[in-house]
């Protein structure tokens, strides 16, 4: 695996004291689900990171509501990637995704894999939102409660050793992922370039 670091961060910068945390980058369309609870009404809209609505979705819809119940009343954010599950690999899969995403038909079995989660007003900046290992962890317990097979969490680990750096960097492509991302344990901000490392599998 070759790694391809954007023009902020570099791996020297990344501690392994537990500070930032390691994911698999997967093969996907980015998509941000915003859902809405009051006593009577669910709603969940997709949107694609340029905030255009996603209108193929809506099969995930009745997860979502299963997955955010315990969260209770108000408006929540997800985070994460729609995949397929289909029989293509690299980018014949992800010109897969792409163009299913964006068709006019509703996706019969899309897969959302989620590596966030926190209320509207942490995701517009209004309050600050918790760091990364409890929302994460908050995904966790989460899918805890339900049992989906099209509600997903990134796989992830603690860099709290230089042993699991090394590891990763060995990763095997048997998931669907394009390589490896590191996030810094922060709290939620709009800009996160600075808090973000990509490892990329080159052919």
């Known amino acids: 695996m070759e790694k391809e670091f954007n023009e902020i961060t570099n791996i020297d910068d990344v501690k392994t004291d537990g500070s930032y945390f390691i ?11 915003k859902t809405m609870r009051t006593d009577k009404l669910f709603t969940a809209a997709f949107y694609a990171e340029n905030g255009d609505l996603i209108n193929t979705l809506s099969n995930l819809e009745e997860s979502i509501d299963a997955l955010t119940k315990p969260l209770g009343c108000g408006r929540f954010i997800l985070d994460g990637v729609i995949q397929l599950d289909g029989e293509l690999e690299g980018e014949d899969l ?13 996706i019969e079995n899309p897969i959302y894999v989620i590596f966030d989660v926190m209320s509207n007003a942490q995701f ?24 989906l097979n099209n509600i997903k969490i990134v796989n992830y680990t603690k860099i709290d050793s230089a042993e699991i750096l ?38």
């Not at 093969?27 to 941000?32: H, K, L, N, P, Q």
């Not at 992800?94 to 509703?106: K, L, P, S, Y």
Request: include cysteine; glycine fraction near 6%.
């Open 124 to 147: 517009e900046m209004r309050e600050e939102s918790y760091n990364l290992e409890y929302r994460l962890g908050n995904l966790r317990n989460l899918l805890g409660f339900v049992k």
């Open 166 to 203: 090394d590891d990763w960097s060995k990763h095997p492509d048997g998931c669907k992922c394009s390589g490896c991302l590191i996030r810094k344990n922060s709290v939620y901000k709009n800009n996160t370039r600075k808090d973000l490392l990509v490892f990329k599998h080159k052919k």
């Open 23 to 33: 994911m698999d980058e997967e093969y996907g369309v980015r998509c941000i689900c």
């Open 94 to 106: 992800q010109e897969e995704i792409e163009n299913a995403v964006a068709g006019d038909e509703t």
